[in-house]
């Protein structure tokens, strides 16, 4: 759900595609492929390393204090919050990179399509950052909480991905968390959001949406679960979920874990993919 602007109608998309390359100590090489043309400019990292660990933490406890029935969190957390995204945002997309963005953007409201912005990103010290932070200072938003403008991670893998192949309908398994040690979370009208955002498609037959009461029970081909957010609107967890390819034994659960939310347990014997939208 987009909390800043009207989404799409087609949910049609122009890719804005950025490639991080290695170089010098918080010097990196920006590429960019998008609808305004090509671009390169040099990004220098806005964090030394113990600043970037001190950030980390503090973003950290800002998300942990952040979740709660009213779903806002305090200008103190909020500041954290943003200070870090600008940070992130006005260091990746600088001089000709910016402007094709820009150039971009509009292309998009042209054509009545969104953005979507793709992030390849070559070094592993900079992979493994929050990167759907970026926060638009200029704009007031996060890029990423746009249906408008979507962030992606591209990741270059030797082999193709194999899609997951089902028979409609879809059947999703849907999980709201309420972790201890925060505020109570507004279960039911978190559920209803979701059932809300999916009412067309069980209409029409080709999705069912299954509430996790407590353990799995079902057969499903997928997960959606509302993680406690950090702004005005819930975290959508998305997972496919692959069955085992034969027979299991009962076994000790695993846990899957993403940055947004607790840790939750899942059978063992499933492979669990997750990405937060």
């Known amino acids: 759900m987009d909390t800043h602007s009207g989404s799409t109608s087609s949910w049609d998309y122009l890719d804005f595609e950025l490639e991080i390359r290695g170089g010098g100590p918080r010097e ?34 800002a998300l942990l204090r952040s979740g709660g029935t009213r779903r806002r969190i305090l200008s103190p957390e909020e500041h954290t919050v943003q200070d870090f995204g600008r940070g992130l945002f006005e260091s990746l997309l600088v001089g000709d990179v ?24 070559q070094p592993s010290e900079l992979a493994v950052l929050p990167w759907e932070f970026l926060y638009d200072a200029e704009r007031d938003r996060y890029p990423s909480l746009s249906s408008n403008t979507p962030l992606v991670r591209y990741l270059d893998l030797p082999q193709p991905i194999e899609p997951l192949r089902v ?27 979701v059932e809300e955002a999916t009412r067309g498609l069980r209409e029409s037959g080709s999705l069912e949406l299954t509430w996790l009461e407590a353990r799995l029970g079902a057969t499903c081909n997928g997960l959606c679960g509302v993680v ?29 874990t993403c940055t947004c939310c607790a840790p939750t347990v899942w059978p063992s014997c499933w492979t669990i993919t997750i990405r937060c939208v």
């Open 28 to 61: 990196y090489h920006v590429a960019v492929r998008s609808p305004a043309g090509e671009a390169q400019a040099q990004m220098r990292f806005p964090f030394d390393e113990w600043e970037l660990k001190d950030r980390l933490q503090a973003l950290e406890i």
């Open 98 to 121: 910016r402007t094709r963005y820009e150039m971009s953007l509009s292309e998009a409201r042209r054509q009545g399509k969104g953005l979507r912005l793709k992030l390849r990103i």
């Open 228 to 256: 406690p957010g950090t702004y005005s609107t819930s975290s959508v967890m998305v997972a496919s979920m692959q069955p085992p390819r034969r027979a299991h034994s009962p076994s000790p659960t695993m846990r899957a």
């Open 167 to 193: 028979s409609p309908p879809l059947r999703v398994l849907g999980m709201v968390t309420s972790p201890l040690g925060l505020d109570q979370l507004d279960v039911e009208h978190e559920k209803r959001l």
